[in-house]
């Protein structure tokens, strides 16, 4: 992008002045509700049509960063979003390229493609005792604000996928988030993981609440888009689709994007760990995840 696009890029994704991009917040307390697949499908979307973004995974069982190309084993050694979250690293020693995987080379050797426009800020199994650290220290429970006010880059988007609880780091991130930014709850299309976005509602009810008259945390995390994934194909007739659909179309017509239809192969993103819209272009989801972008207005650029 040249300098003036990239200037009026940006300001609209500085709302308010600030000098942080939008968060994009895939929060929902139920397991495997798609939320990774959602996460990394939009990101590298977006990524892909000009977009620059930053991945950020809060899972400690890291799917989004071994989708984004790091596994445990790639990650000996580096900073992880744990050292965000103690103290004891900056986002510079953080922060990495996403990449996906070529697979290996004649000798052997893994070899990836970096996705141009998108960065990570890889997970770490640590993060299952996050809850329990903040607790023990409260003043991290700021690590998030630091991360922002210290925040100086030309990303668009800030996206954060969650692991499936509501605890005290979701909280830490959650109530930094205003009307501007968006939670996006990814759930399949089963009417048990629609029937979950009440909690979900109840649980940002208490963060605006507790923090409504703090002048320095946001806290207005709102919920104003739904993507609803696994939703029937002229192959794929399950009922309960059909009546999550329905379920969903009632009760949040206003947040419902366009749907992600139902594909037995996205589950190969996980297998052969590279990202939906790479690895499956063609796919009815890397279809529809490409219209999800475009309906949050992320055209090509």
Same mark, same amino acid.
């Given at each position: ?22 968060? @994009? ?9 798609? %939320? ?5 499908s ?5 990524? !892909?049509?000009?977009y620059?973004?930053?991945f ?11 989708? !984004? ?5 790639? #990650? ?6 744990f &050292?965000?979250?103690? *103290?004891?690293?900056?986002f510079? +020693? ?7 995987? !070529? /697979?290996?080379d004649e000798?052997?050797? +893994?070899?990836?493609? =970096?996705?141009?426009?998108?960065r ?5 199994? &640590? ?22 006010? /210290?925040?100086?880059?030309? &990303? ?10 509501? *605890? %005290? ?11 501007d930014d ?15 976005? $009440? ?9 605006? =609440? %507790? ?11 709102? @919920? ?9 194909? $002229? ?11 329905? %379920?969903? =179309?009632? #009760?949040? $017509?206003?947040?419902l ?14 297998? &052969?760990?590279?990202?939906? $819209? ?19 207005? @992320?055209?090509?650029?």
């Amino acid at each position: 992008m040249g300098t003036a696009k990239t200037t009026s890029v940006l300001e609209r994704f500085r709302p308010r002045g600030r000098n942080w991009p939008l968060i @994009f917040a895939y929060i929902i307390a139920c397991g495997g509700a798609t %939320k990774t697949t959602t996460g990394t499908s939009l990101a590298v979307t977006m990524a !892909l049509r000009g977009y620059p973004g930053i991945f950020m995974d809060l899972d400690a069982n890291l799917s989004a960063t071994r989708v !984004l190309g790091y596994s445990v084993e790639h #990650l000996k050694g580096r900073k992880t979003v744990f &050292d965000l979250i103690t *103290g004891n690293a900056t986002f510079e +020693e953080v922060v990495v390229p996403a990449r996906y995987s !070529l /697979g290996e080379d004649e000798d052997g050797v +893994e070899q990836f493609a =970096e996705i141009p426009n998108l960065r990570l800020i890889p997970g770490s199994p &640590d993060l299952a005792g996050a809850d329990t650290y903040i607790a023990l220290d409260p003043d991290r429970n700021d690590w998030f604000m630091e991360f922002l006010h /210290g925040y100086d880059g030309d &990303d668009c988007v800030l996206h954060a996928d969650f692991p499936a609880s509501y *605890g %005290k780091m979701v909280y830490s991130v959650a109530r930094m988030l205003d009307e501007d930014d968006s939670v996006i709850p990814s759930v399949r299309a089963d009417p048990k993981d629609v029937g979950m976005i $009440p909690d979900l509602l109840k649980e940002l009810g208490n963060i605006r =609440e %507790k923090n409504k008259n703090k002048r320095s945390i946001p806290g207005r995390p709102t @919920f104003d888009h739904l993507v609803l994934t696994g939703t029937p194909t $002229p192959s794929y007739v399950e009922a309960a689709a059909r009546r999550a659909v329905t %379920k969903a =179309e009632g #009760l949040y $017509p206003q947040q419902l994007l366009p749907k992600v239809r139902y594909s037995a192969d996205a589950k190969k993103m996980y297998e &052969d760990l590279v990202p939906l $819209p790479i690895l499956l272009p063609n796919s009815y989801p890397a279809e529809d995840y490409r219209k999800v972008a475009t309906a949050m207005g @992320f055209e090509q650029l």
